[in-house]
């Protein structure tokens, strides 16, 4: 029809319309259809000039001017709601809390708040310009105050919910938001209303918002200045474009919270950087702490485990247990015994938790690239122990420092976010069995405790002490943490000698974004590329990776030399989290992806204390932990085996490995790899009945408890 109409404006006459519809050429009806179409865009092109010529250089600067205004009261409500948080519930504050820690708290919170008055900001900002089409310069003044004093009305609420939240949860909003509309809800609104006297808040809301609505409309009123005008047109576009960069840069500094690249950037998860929990907590605004509560609950809703049916449960903890067992308690299939044990217990045990420290580069085919030269010596060792044939827990630290923790494997399920784990320790957890073996236990984390939860996880988990990024001195580090160097000194200056101690160190140096100063700390390029291939001998960004995991390797040999000289009589065992972050081949085999080393060395090891065929995972760290420290028939609870026992299996979230063999869980993929020759790979039902039973039995534990529940149907 539109083409029909078309046709009848383009001639002249209903008879030339009619003699042309006849005879119509196609090529020419081709032309007039692009005639048309940019005749057609014509048209919008001059809406869009219209568009901008509304929206024109100086509507944009004052424009600009506003939302900076905005901004900057918003981040000083922030700040001052910060701060009268702080001084409401100073009760909360330890003894040892300092000026200097309240300084650094508001200082970090300073940059974290620059985060969330920007989003707030922006919003606006782009509110306000896409109205500026429709709506009149006034009148959008009216309707940014508007958006402004939403906003000062919301932090004010949510001011004065933090404050009885705080007082119930010891937190400042997380995922238990979520839970209010599954709890009782007239309960919960009673509650309120008597406790924590609901109406007085809402009053207090209503004045406080009222008082700074006020300010927030004289500070937007006042004045404006306009953008100079030079002389030459050439001079104005330079200058414009001058500003346009500086918005640029100061949008990536308030991104990234106070600097200019992600090494330093700070968030929700790495902000917990000093010794006091109020004050950690201080450090997030509302705004951020919202964004931690719907993070976190997106976690947990994400943790949906496997499908099990709990009938088949004893079948599978029966084969974990190596006997039939009739019994309805989870431990009760988890029960061992120390087979040979120690008469002469190390009276100190260090785990080193490696980050991404991998098992590749120990590989004889590796050995010119020089960046494992520390671990190998340890293993050269007449006293250490060495296993190749190692998965990690998961693909991340979290679940792999959740797998040494817990003894339990990745099922799906964050742990840290879950009810079950801050109940009580799991009986396969570590420390609680170390602490009957006599151990003082203690976790030292480079980073802050608020990543991941991970001091309110090993805590709850059994752990006596837990360290931080904050409670020691460090000088160099990133948005990670720590340099190694400083998280190693802090260990050998903390370590007591006046009771046996299991000590736990969890490393953040080899882990993007790569800030380590290789120069100072002796690294020499050279002695990578000498093992590099042609092709990469000149990838910059690859010697710096390979420089960070030379630099880990360096500091862990270095402290354990260290610490051995001061407690010769100790135990170390050295493992990765995971590896799949760095490989010299594009496209590896799954044995140099995956795998991390597994070493013991010290007090009791000796070359034959692993079998030659010996593999696991994380899981079964604690079993062989175990076997060379407790005294013979020690009664302790794990998933896993121990590998001085002869257990030739491991398995994690989606691999399984053998001693010259790794495959997928889930199918029948599998590769060979050249340390062991004439070596058989498993049945595929020894794989399947390995790999499921662990899974079950660990989310089980986690998701349901201590017992098999005694349910017909399939329970998700």
């Not at 100086?58 to 600009?64: A, G, H, M, Q, T």
């Amino acid at each position: 029809m539109c083409l029909y109409k078309w046709q009848q404006n383009i001639c002249r006459s209903e008879q030339d319309f009619r003699k042309k519809n006849r005879t119509f050429p196609r090529t020419k009806i081709y032309f007039e259809i692009i005639l048309y179409c940019v005749s057609w865009l014509k048209g919008i092109s001059g809406k869009v000039a219209v568009i901008i010529k509304l929206i024109s250089w100086d509507d944009f600067i004052v424009e600009l001017q506003q939302e900076c205004k905005l901004f900057v009261f918003i981040l000083a409500v922030l700040c001052l709601f910060r701060v009268g948080f702080i001084i409401i519930m100073h009760s909360f504050l330890s003894e040892a809390v300092t000026l200097s820690d309240i300084g650094t708290a508001l200082y970090y919170g300073l940059r974290i708040s620059l985060k969330s008055a920007g989003l707030l900001a922006l919003l606006s900002l782009v509110c306000c310009i896409g109205l500026r089409v429709v709506v009149s310069g006034k009148r959008l003044s009216n309707i940014r105050f508007y958006l402004g004093a939403s906003y000062v009305v919301i932090l004010s609420f949510l001011f004065q919910v933090r404050i009885p939240y705080y007082q119930e949860f010891h937190m400042v909003f997380n995922q238990m938001l979520f839970n209010t509309l599954n709890d009782d809800v007239e309960a919960i609104v009673y509650t309120i209303i008597k406790q924590y006297n609901l109406p007085v808040r809402i009053l207090l809301t209503a004045i406080t918002a009222w008082v700074l609505c006020r300010l927030l409309k004289r500070f937007l009123a006042s004045r404006n200045y306009a953008f100079p005008r030079l002389r030459n047109w050439y001079q104005n576009i330079a200058l414009r474009v001058a500003l346009l960069v500086i918005v640029y840069f100061l949008f990536v500094f308030i991104r990234f919270g106070g600097t200019m690249t992600y090494a330093y950037n700070i968030d929700w998860e790495n902000s917990g950087i000093t010794r006091d929990q109020l004050l950690n907590e201080a450090i997030l605004d509302d705004v951020q702490a919202l964004y931690r509560a719907y993070i976190l609950h997106d976690r947990v809703s994400s943790s949906n485990g496997l499908y099990m049916n709990p009938e088949s449960l004893a079948d599978y903890g029966s084969y974990l247990a190596g006997h039939q067992v009739q019994s309805v308690k989870i431990d009760d299939f988890l029960r061992k015994r120390v087979v040979v044990g120690q008469v002469s217990p190390p009276r100190h045990v260090f785990i080193i938790i490696a980050e991404s420290y991998a098992n590749w580069p120990l590989l004889p085919q590796y050995s010119q690239l020089n960046i494992a030269n520390g671990l190998k010596g340890i293993i050269a060792q007449d006293d250490a122990a060495y296993s190749p044939n190692f998965l990690p827990n998961g693909m991340c630290t979290i679940s792999g420092v959740m797998g040494v923790i817990t003894g339990l494997t990745d099922a799906n399920l964050y742990q840290n976010y879950l009810p079950e784990s801050y109940k009580e320790p799991y009986s396969t957890a570590l420390a609680p069995q170390m602490k009957r073996l006599g151990y003082m236990t203690d976790f030292w984390y480079a980073g802050p405790a608020s990543w991941e939860k991970i001091k309110d996880f090993s805590l709850a988990q059994g752990f006596d002490a837990f360290y931080g990024m904050g409670d020691f001195a460090s000088a160099s580090g990133n948005v990670w943490g720590c340099d190694d160097a400083y998280l190693y000194k802090a260990v050998l200056e903390g370590v007591k000698d006046d009771k046996p101690g299991l000590h736990v160190i969890l490393t953040v140096s080899n882990h993007a974004p790569y800030t380590v100063d290789l120069a100072k700390e002796g690294f020499d390029p050279d002695q990578v590329t000498a093992g590099l291939p042609e092709k990469l001998k000149n990838d910059q960004e690859l010697i710096k990776k390979l420089g960070h995991f030379w630099y880990a390797d360096k500091m862990l040999a270095q402290f354990v030399r260290e610490a051995r000289s001061r407690y010769p009589d100790s135990l170390f065992v050295i493992v990765g989290d995971h590896a799949d972050r760095l490989n010299i081949e594009a496209n590896p085999p799954i044995f140099e992806r995956y795998a991390i080393p597994f070493v013991v060395y010290g007090k009791g090891i000796s070359k034959e204390s692993f079998p030659e065929n010996a593999a696991g995972s994380h899981i079964n760290i604690t079993p062989t932990l175990m076997e060379l420290v407790a005294p013979s028939g020690f009664e302790y609870y794990s998933i896993g085996h121990s590998l001085t026992n002869g257990n030739d299996f491991g398995m994690n979230y989606g691999f399984w490995i053998t001693a010259g063999y790794m495959g997928e869980t889930e199918g029948d993929y599998s590769e060979t790899h050249s340390l062991y020759q004439g070596l058989c790979p498993p049945e595929q039902s020894k794989i399947r009945q390995e790999v499921d039973a662990a899974r079950a039995f660990s989310w089980w534990r986690i998701k349901y408890g201590k017992t098999l529940q005694n349910q017909t149907e399939v329970t998700k």
